[in-house]
């Protein structure tokens, strides 16, 4: 069990919400170039994709937030290109020519995904080597039982919420909120931090106005938990790279840990629902998974070819003049991995309706010395809270028509909005681990109330023994010194409360 945070005023204040927008956005800007942000790009990325494909091919010039122009990688094979080749198409950021000239504001909305941290996601050579592999061995510390043993008990959590009511909305009461219970286990935090870090995780990959206040307030954050680590490790990511002999500082660390509590929530969330989404709504999908034609795990590959949890990814940057896709591209460029338009690539798939069940040469976690570090865990999470979910519901099904399905938009991502179901009202029975967790949630208060009322025993002895004017007294504490009542500070409601208390509503 995680230590909470020793006091309220230290915790760091999670930011407002996004404000409306005042002003609107043309899709096209200076040279006629399309924009990637605004509404008509966010209503239909992959129309837009197929826009830019016809008129440029494989790599087409954009705008970013600030009409920043990069290049768009649209093509499977120039994806692939720019992942596997690091001495043309480094990850490090600092070769950004808008950086080098002063153009990107301090308050722009790229910098939490652009701006250099000393991490393996930015780095090159023997210093992405050294990083990499401390991120991987602890990773790889995590055991797929334990996982399940995580996925379970939330899942399980999670359903009960809803289980006697016979509905749900499976995005804002299942899959925004299970990968994020996970990784704050995985990574030793303080469960009281879990909702708000749901809603700075994905203020932050949407690139709003208050994206940097969000990323502000995840590392506050994790800064916090890796200072309670320093006091008492644990079997969690935190420790293990604390502990790691890469040597890393507190700042890698961290710039770490928010990597990866970032991108395995925002892919894991949307693995989830856009992979409920089909099994609700595809008849074939859902009897090839009854019929026991196909593993959960290779459908979720299906799902990983047709709407890849990240839309693309910023980015490369070129290291010197060069050629891609027909393109000239300048040294100090900003490439984006288009690894949605990559997948949908008609030089590899010609024909969309065909099932790829099984096939892992999607581009969905990268490919090359940055490919995805935690895709088996993000995979895993997925499979297992899908498949734990229509084990407690069996005969879930979708409440409204499938075309009243919509999604929302963001530059890197493409989000369901809302998966409204339907299934029998149950009452569902507690998971064991959630039960043994109450159980010694409850034995940490009886042992605080003990500790507080011991001290409140002695501090009034002492004073009792003080207004006699005695030595003898005040060396002592009689048996029979009158005390007063304990006053127990008021316990901080677990986020887990906090969360059941508005499905409750």
Same mark, same amino acid.
């Given at each position: 069990?995680?230590?909470?945070?020793?006091?309220?005023?230290?915790?760091?204040?999670?930011?407002?919400?996004?404000?409306?927008?005042?002003?609107?956005?043309?899709?096209?800007?200076?040279?006629?170039?399309?924009?990637?942000?605004?509404?008509?790009?966010?209503?239909?990325?992959?129309?837009?994709?197929?826009?830019?494909?016809?008129?440029?091919?494989?790599?087409?010039?954009?705008?970013?937030?600030?009409?920043?122009?990069?290049?768009?990688?649209?093509?499977?094979?120039?994806?692939?290109?720019?992942?596997?080749?690091?001495?043309?198409?480094?990850? /490090? #950021?600092?070769?950004? #020519?808008?950086?080098?000239?002063?153009?990107?504001?301090?308050?722009?909305? =790229?910098?939490?995904?652009?701006?250099?941290?000393?991490?393996?996601?930015?780095?090159?050579?023997?210093?992405?080597?050294? =990083?990499?592999?401390?991120?991987?061995?602890?990773?790889?510390?995590?055991?797929?039982?334990?996982?399940?043993?995580?996925?379970?008990?939330?899942?399980?959590?999670?359903?009960?919420?809803?289980?006697?009511?016979?509905?749900?909305?499976?995005?804002?009461?299942?899959?925004?909120?299970?990968?994020?219970?996970?990784?704050?286990? =995985?990574?030793?935090?303080?469960?009281?931090?879990?909702?708000?870090?749901?809603?700075?995780? *994905?203020?932050?990959?949407?690139?709003?106005?208050?994206?940097?206040?969000?990323?502000?307030?995840?590392?506050?954050?994790?800064? &916090?938990?890796?200072?309670?680590?320093?006091? #008492?490790?644990?079997?969690?990511?935190?420790? *293990?790279?604390?502990?790691?002999?890469?040597?890393?500082?507190?700042?890698?660390?961290?710039?770490?840990?928010?990597?990866?509590?970032?991108?395995?929530?925002?892919?894991?969330?949307?693995?989830?629902?856009?992979?409920?989404?089909?099994?609700?709504?595809?008849?074939?999908?859902?009897?090839?998974?009854?019929?026991?034609?196909?593993?959960?795990?290779? +459908?979720?590959?299906?799902?990983?070819?047709?709407?890849?949890?990240?839309? =693309?990814? +910023?980015?490369?940057?070129?290291?010197?003049?060069?050629?891609?896709?027909?393109?000239?591209?300048?040294?100090?460029?900003?490439?984006?991995?288009?690894?949605?338009?990559?997948?949908?690539?008609?030089?590899? &798939?010609? /024909?969309?309706?065909?099932?790829?069940?099984?096939? *892992?040469?999607?581009?969905?976690?990268?490919?090359?010395?940055?490919?995805?570090?935690?895709?088996?865990?993000?995979?895993?999470?997925?499979? $297992?809270?899908?498949?734990?979910?229509?084990?407690?519901?069996?005969?879930?099904?979708?409440?409204?028509?499938?075309?009243?399905?919509?999604?929302?938009?963001?530059?890197?991502?493409?989000?369901?909005?809302?998966?409204?179901?339907?299934?029998?009202?149950?009452?569902?029975?507690?998971?064991?681990?959630?039960?043994?967790?109450?159980? &010694?949630?409850?034995?940490?208060?009886?042992?605080?109330?003990?500790?507080?009322?011991?001290?409140?025993?002695?501090?009034?002895?002492?004073?009792?023994? #003080? $207004?006699?004017?005695?030595?003898?007294?005040?060396?002592?504490?009689?048996?029979? @010194?009158?005390? @007063?009542?304990?006053?127990?500070?008021?316990?901080?409601?677990?986020?887990?409360?906090?969360?059941?208390?508005?499905?409750? &509503?």
């Amino acid at each position: 069990m995680t230590t909470p945070f020793p006091d309220d005023e230290a915790a760091p204040v999670p930011p407002p919400g996004c404000p409306a927008h005042g002003h609107a956005v043309e899709p096209t800007g200076p040279g006629g170039l399309r924009r990637l942000y605004g509404p008509e790009a966010e209503a239909d990325p992959a129309g837009l994709y197929e826009k830019l494909r016809a008129e440029h091919g494989d790599v087409a010039p954009v705008l970013l937030h600030g009409d920043q122009r990069a290049w768009l990688i649209l093509g499977h094979a120039a994806n692939i290109t720019a992942m596997r080749t690091p001495s043309l198409f480094s990850r /490090d #950021s600092r070769l950004w #020519s808008a950086f080098r000239n002063d153009e990107v504001p301090p308050d722009s909305p =790229l910098l939490p995904v652009v701006a250099w941290q000393p991490i393996c996601v930015f780095a090159d050579g023997e210093e992405h080597r050294r =990083l990499r592999n401390a991120l991987l061995d602890g990773l790889n510390g995590f055991d797929r039982r334990g996982i399940r043993r995580h996925v379970r008990r939330f899942t399980t959590d999670l359903v009960q919420v809803v289980g006697p009511t016979g509905r749900a909305e499976l995005i804002t009461q299942f899959a925004e909120h299970l990968p994020m219970l996970v990784m704050t286990k =995985l990574l030793g935090m303080p469960d009281e931090y879990g909702p708000q870090l749901v809603d700075a995780a *994905r203020d932050l990959m949407k690139g709003t106005e208050t994206a940097i206040a969000s990323n502000e307030y995840v590392v506050a954050s994790l800064r &916090r938990t890796i200072a309670i680590k320093h006091e #008492s490790p644990g079997d969690d990511l935190t420790s *293990r790279l604390l502990a790691h002999p890469a040597g890393l500082t507190d700042d890698e660390v961290m710039e770490h840990l928010r990597v990866v509590l970032l991108a395995a929530n925002e892919t894991t969330v949307n693995l989830i629902a856009d992979s409920l989404k089909m099994v609700l709504t595809d008849p074939r999908f859902r009897a090839h998974l009854s019929g026991g034609q196909m593993t959960l795990g290779e +459908a979720l590959d299906q799902v990983l070819w047709d709407s890849p949890p990240m839309s =693309l990814v +910023a980015g490369r940057w070129a290291t010197t003049d060069t050629e891609l896709g027909g393109q000239q591209i300048l040294a100090g460029d900003l490439l984006l991995l288009g690894l949605a338009a990559g997948n949908v690539d008609p030089t590899v &798939r010609p /024909d969309l309706a065909t099932p790829l069940y099984g096939n *892992r040469s999607h581009l969905s976690f990268g490919a090359g010395p940055h490919e995805c570090p935690g895709q088996d865990i993000g995979r895993h999470v997925a499979e $297992a809270g899908i498949d734990i979910l229509l084990t407690l519901l069996p005969d879930l099904r979708l409440a409204v028509p499938e075309e009243e399905l919509t999604w929302s938009s963001a530059w890197i991502s493409r989000h369901l909005t809302a998966l409204p179901v339907e299934f029998t009202a149950q009452e569902i029975e507690p998971d064991p681990e959630s039960v043994a967790e109450a159980e &010694r949630a409850a034995e940490e208060a009886r042992e605080l109330a003990e500790r507080a009322l011991a001290a409140t025993q002695r501090a009034a002895a002492q004073a009792a023994a #003080s $207004a006699a004017g005695t030595e003898a007294a005040s060396a002592s504490t009689p048996a029979d @010194t009158a005390t @007063t009542t304990a006053t127990v500070p008021a316990q901080r409601r677990s986020w887990w409360d906090a969360l059941t208390g508005l499905f409750r &509503r």
